[in-house]
């Protein structure tokens, strides 16, 4: 998967996720860069070293390669003359601002399939292993098995262990960073958050699986241990109380 594909696939999942009327409407080249899929909220996502990158991605995409878009035939003229130059300026697309596209209908649909199938295999991967949903018995082994059951005709049961015996060597609990929420998703020493009972996606508003450690929403793949400073839209970690580029002091959570 290339850059043209991780940028039309994110796209497909934020408009299912934020803007379902997207899935049937057109909506505008500037609406596309600005609020659906703007590179400040997109990029670790993306995966896009550089805003140059995702432009250049986007310009490929609104140029109409691999019909993942129906684009406007001026532009995506204009946008396809503009990749073959020697030097491509990345931003040319802005110039079409007002110009309109729309998610094609086929590769839409490969998409979904590709992204629901993903999802069921993630869902089949946390399901647990049938010896594990057991009782949680453990078998013994050896000899000591064998005269078990040549007497009494039965497997033995080893005794469950206690959370302390379950606990690896070492263990320590991880602490509260200072400036973390007291209540809702609770930053944890890891990169992720353990979300409150009934806690929603501050992207999609999504309902959160409660206690579990996320790093990404399960609905529309937005990184959850993230912020953006509402005065610069610099990326901030949650718990930080100012930000890192303007100074400005950060809302709680």
């Not at 999942?13 to 400040?40: D, K, W």
């Not at 990158?53 to 993942?68: I, K, T």
């Not at 030097?87 to 094609?104: G, I, Y």
């Amino acid at each position: 998967m290339d850059q043209l594909d991780r940028l039309y696939r994110t796209l497909v999942q934020t408009i299912r996720a934020s803007f379902p009327q997207y899935l049937t409407q057109p909506f505008e080249v500037q609406e596309l860069y600005q609020t659906i899929l703007p590179y400040r909220h997109h990029r670790r996502t993306l995966g896009f070293d550089t805003n140059q990158d995702y432009e250049a991605a986007l310009l490929e995409l609104l140029a109409g390669e691999r019909g993942y878009l129906i684009v406007d035939e001026r532009m995506r003229d204009a946008l396809q003359r503009e990749l073959k130059t020697p030097n491509p300026d990345p931003a040319v697309f802005r110039e079409f601002a007002s110009a309109q596209v729309s998610l094609a209908h086929e590769p839409l649909r490969q998409a979904e399939r590709a992204l629901e199938s993903s999802v069921r295999t993630t869902e089949t991967e946390r399901v647990p292993a049938p010896a594990a949903r057991a009782s949680g018995a453990i078998l013994h082994s050896g000899p000591a098995t064998a005269a078990h059951v040549a007497s009494t005709g039965e497997m033995p049961r080893a005794s469950m262990p206690t959370p302390a015996q379950q606990r690896p060597s070492g263990h320590t609990p991880v602490a509260r960073p200072s400036g973390a929420r007291e209540t809702g998703m609770t930053v944890t020493g890891e990169r992720g958050v353990v979300v409150a009972q009934n806690e929603d996606c501050r992207f999609c508003g999504g309902r959160l699986p409660t206690g579990r450690h996320l790093v990404f929403c399960p609905h529309c793949g937005q990184n959850l241990t993230v912020k953006h400073c509402e005065a610069c839209g610099t990326e901030l970690e949650l718990g930080w109380k100012f930000c890192i580029s303007c100074g400005r002091s950060v809302t709680p959570g």
